[in-house]
């Protein structure tokens, strides 16, 4: 079963700088990770998604996440954040045999004016 | 216009008593799922439907029973409610490939006194 750790239950940044947010999954085949935003009092919302290819994809608003295999990793990045961008991030992985997508704890962004 | 319809939005009820959370899609997909949201257990998949037949399930107690009358609908029936089922309750959908996005609703907040 696959599994996913995102280490950093909160993170406060300021605005116009940098963002990394972790995500490490568990899955001993080839996952399929994603990165959706929960705004206060809704659903989530995908941000973006890796299924091959390019381990770089962009998302929306600037946002891009980078799958490296060997670190079982899927961080998501952004280079300059703005105050919308606080919610909660959560990092998720699906396995290729259709199951539902399972998430991680969530990181709760705060951005500084 | 919401996609994902989840009714009602917030619900209380009493211990012991028994409540059905509904929820309908009108973005013509085949799979239905239902999370669940709280303090204790962010995100927690309880759920999956694919043409109305059950996926996967992930939910320990029958006291969870997932109903589909329609290929659109998605009702999560709880019997013998206990404070400790309180949590937001999210349905979602997607085309159901492996790695399709999934549509989250607004979800169902449940209180149980």
């Known amino acids: 079963a696959q599994s996913v750790t995102q280490p950093d239950a909160r993170v406060t940044v300021s605005e116009g700088a940098s963002l990394q947010l972790r995500c490490k999954y568990s899955?001993?085949?080839?996952?399929?990770l994603f990165w959706y935003v929960q705004y206060p009092r809704q659903g989530l919302q995908l941000l973006l998604k890796y299924y091959s290819g390019d381990p770089v994809v962009q998302g929306v608003n600037g946002f891009e996440a980078e799958f490296i295999k060997s670190n079982s990793s899927f961080h998501l990045r952004k280079a300059s954040v703005h105050w919308s961008d606080s919610a909660v991030y959560f990092c998720?992985?699906?396995?290729?045999?259709?199951?539902?997508?399972?998430f991680g704890a969530g990181t709760k962004l705060s951005v500084k004016p | 216009d919401p996609k994902i319809i989840q009714k009602p939005k917030y619900l209380v009820a009493v211990t012991g008593s028994e409540k059905i959370l509904i929820c309908e899609q009108y973005?013509?997909?085949?799979?239905m799922y239902w999370y669940r949201q709280s303090a204790k257990k962010p995100l927690e998949f309880m759920f999956s439907y694919s043409y109305q037949k059950l996926m996967d399930n992930q939910t320990a107690s029958s006291r969870f029973q997932p109903q589909s009358s329609k290929k659109n609908h998605l009702d999560l029936q709880i019997t013998a409610l206990k404070p400790d089922d309180s949590a937001t309750y999210f349905c979602a959908s997607s085309q159901g490939r492996p790695a399709e996005t999934l549509y989250f609703g607004s979800g169902t907040r449940l209180t149980v006194l």
């Open positions: 998720a992985v699906s396995a290729a045999d259709n199951n539902a997508p399972r």
């Open positions: 973005l013509g997909h085949n799979a």
């Open positions: 899955y001993s085949g080839t996952p399929y």
